[in-house]
């Protein structure tokens, strides 16, 4: 069965600084693989993608993620967060158009 | 806005009474899916439409929780003689050719 794992539950980091939020998963075949992100009491929002191609993918403000197949892994990046991106993340695999998993999720807190 | 609007946004209901949320897809989109989402934990697939047809079901989908999707449009999605333990963030989200999701803002639901 397909998994994923946020080993982070929060992480702080100062306003300015640079952010990298860990995802691995556990999928037989070539997953596809989402970050997303949720404000407090709101829905989902899809930060970026991973389908084929490219390992690594730009998404919206100014997120980028990586693929490695090796280390079956897709870790979010952001060279310097704002303190609006304060906000839990979630990691998800899916399977073509399917049911998507989801990890734990990792809760943003931005120092100002 | 990601186009995909639930109703209620927030239900408070006594235990033992029957609630139903509705969800309205994006319209060109023949996939819908329900997720639940618990405190701290990420979105928990409950149930899919493909068109009309419900084609999955989780094991999380007890008897007391119904889903429709009559005409392939909007659906809806009914609890039965509620929990307490039935209290959670209901997601619905929608999903055309591309793999990619998207998600209402959910019905948070509190069972007193």
């Known amino acids: 069965a397909q998994s994923v794992t946020q080993p982070d539950i929060h992480i702080t980091v100062s306003e300015g600084a640079s952010l990298e939020l860990r995802c691995n998963y556990s999928y037989g075949a070539t997953p596809y693989l989402f970050w997303y992100v949720q404000s407090p009491g709101q829905g989902l929002q899809l930060l970026l993608k991973?389908?084929?191609?490219?390992?690594l993918v730009q998404g919206i403000k100014g997120f980028e993620a990586e693929f490695k197949r090796s280390q079956s892994s897709f870790n979010l990046r952001k060279p310097s967060v704002h303190w609006s991106d304060a906000a839990e993340y979630f990691c998800?695999?899916?399977?073509?158009?399917?049911?998507?998993?989801f990890g734990q999720g990792t809760r943003l807190t931005i120092n100002p | 806005d990601t186009g995909v609007s639930q109703d209620p946004r927030h239900k408070i209901t006594k235990r033992g009474q029957n609630v139903t949320f509705r969800c309205d897809p994006i319209s060109e989109h023949n996939r819908l899916y329900w997720y639940r989402q618990t405190l701290g934990q990420g979105p928990e697939f409950l149930t899919y439409f493909q068109n009309e047809a419900q084609l999955e079901k989780s094991r999380l989908l007890s008897d007391r929780f119904s889903a429709e999707r009559p005409k392939g449009s909007f659906s809806t999605l009914e609890i039965q003689r509620t929990e307490q333990g039935d209290s959670a963030m209901y997601l619905c989200?929608?999903?055309?050719?591309?793999?990619?999701?998207?998600f209402g803002q959910g019905t948070r639901l509190t069972v007193v």
């Open positions: 991973y389908f084929s191609g490219d390992t």
């Open positions: 998800a695999v899916g399977e073509g158009a399917q049911k998507l998993v």
């Open positions: 989200a929608s999903q055309g050719r591309e793999a990619e999701a998207f």
